[in-house]
């Protein structure tokens, strides 16, 4: 299957900081790339779905000024974690599909804010 | 509106039994419906999905799944458990006929614990 390379796998933060997470699809274009969050032994919360060039769409109760969003091109997309705190410390996974497929998953992305 | 229901939220079964994991669905369009592993720390791998084609649906690692449509169901079943089964598994739905680009909706998630 396609793949999508999230990075970094973990990252530790001091708190007001804030926190950068990449996702990559690597052998396809990602038109539409998929932000969830995960606590811990509960399900993927959705956080937002953005499109290439276009602005992210954000699931309800999720702060667009907190969690920044950028899919600026067919193969990249950002979260930016501002001004972190200690209660955003959770594990993001992205996903990225193209029109054709189903979405695949990164890796993931533990973050610790301390 | 899609949802999906996964009963039990965790289920232990000895090396070499059956597995059966549940899920329901709720979708008010024809769905696609999928099957996701998760091991620790690690994202979701696909195991298999039904997109409208044979019912009985054959996945990776041995795993098949079966669409019923009368009982709104997409269970998992494994003939022989495998200790590297031993993970969280994430039924999921998808609008993919839909407007919102083939969001995926996911149940809570059924640990399986695999004894020896």
């Known amino acids: 299957g396609a793949v999508v390379s999230q990075h970094p796998s973990w990252v530790i933060c001091k708190s007001g900081t804030s926190v950068k997470i990449e996702c990559r699809s690597l052998d396809f274009q990602a038109t539409t790339m998929f932000w969830y969050r995960q606590f811990p032994k509960q399900s993927l919360m959705l956080m937002a779905t953005s499109n290439e060039g276009s602005k992210a769409t954000y699931e309800q109760g999720v702060e667009k000024d907190k969690f920044l969003i950028n899919h600026a091109s067919l193969t990249l997309s950002t979260l930016t974690v501002t001004s972190a705190h200690p209660e955003d410390s959770s594990f993001y996974i992205c996903?990225?599909?193209?029109?054709?497929?189903?979405?695949?998953f990164g890796q993931g992305t533990r973050l610790t804010v301390v | 509106a899609q949802s999906v229901t996964q009963l039990g939220s965790h289920v232990s079964v000895s090396e070499g039994a059956l597995v059966l994991l549940r899920c329901n669905y709720s979708?008010?369009?024809?769905?696609?419906l999928f099957w996701y592993v998760q091991y620790p720390n690690q994202g979701l791998q696909l195991l298999l999905k039904?997109?409208?084609?044979?019912?009985l649906v054959k996945g990776i690692n041995g795993f098949e799944a079966e669409f019923k449509k009368s009982e709104t169901s997409f269970h998992l079943t494994k003939p022989s458990a495998h200790m590297s089964d031993a993970a969280e598994y994430f039924c999921a739905v998808s609008d993919e006929r839909g407007s919102t680009l083939g969001r995926l909706y996911f149940g809570r998630g059924t640990q399986l614990t695999v004894w020896p």
């Open positions: 979708s008010s369009v024809p769905p696609y």
């Open positions: 996903s990225a599909r193209d029109p054709y497929t189903e979405a695949f």
């Open positions: 039904y997109t409208s084609a044979a019912t």
